[in-house]
């Protein structure tokens, strides 16, 4: 058993990385609280740079108002609208947006970002 070969102190450090592991990469995904937390402030940094000089990115109005261009929180209140869809329009999108040439990672983080500012009351 590895942990009865390491000092008693470093076993709630393992724990923690461990799980840090498993919320931020590979399976956990987006599903997970604390990954949902960091990749939506990832994707808010993101749309900062990439985003807002065509779409409005806040509820606050940051960005460019088009108004050929949905603003994020439209985007997040289409009925039916998830992190998944968003994704996956952003790793095949159409003109006339750009292509972006985003990460899958970059692309998830976004589409994190997105989802929430979903608003509450709504489905
Ligand atoms: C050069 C301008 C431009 C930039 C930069 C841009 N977009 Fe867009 N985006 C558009 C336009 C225009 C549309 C509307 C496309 C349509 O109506 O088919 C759009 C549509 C979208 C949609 C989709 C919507 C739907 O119909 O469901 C998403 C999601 C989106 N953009 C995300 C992003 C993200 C994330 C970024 C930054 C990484 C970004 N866009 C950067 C112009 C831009």
């Given at each position: 058993m590895l942990f009865s070969r390491l000092p008693y102190h470093c076993i709630p450090l393992m724990i923690l990385l461990s799980l840090g592991a498993i919320g931020v990469s590979g399976e956990g995904r987006a599903g997970n609280d604390a990954a949902k937390v960091i990749r939506t402030e990832l994707g808010q940094e993101l749309a900062r740079l990439w985003c807002r000089q065509c779409h409005?990115?806040?509820?606050?109005?940051t960005g460019l108002a088009q108004s050929a261009v949905p603003t994020f929180v439209e985007i997040a209140n289409?009925?039916?609208?998830t992190i998944k869809k968003t994704e996956f329009f952003l790793a095949d999108p159409h003109p006339?947006?750009?292509?972006?040439?985003?990460?899958r990672d970059e692309s998830l983080n976004l589409a994190t970002y997105i989802l929430s500012l979903k608003q509450q009351n709504g489905n």
């Open positions: 409005v990115i806040s509820p606050e109005g289409r009925p039916g609208q006339p947006m750009p292509n972006l040439s985003l990460t």
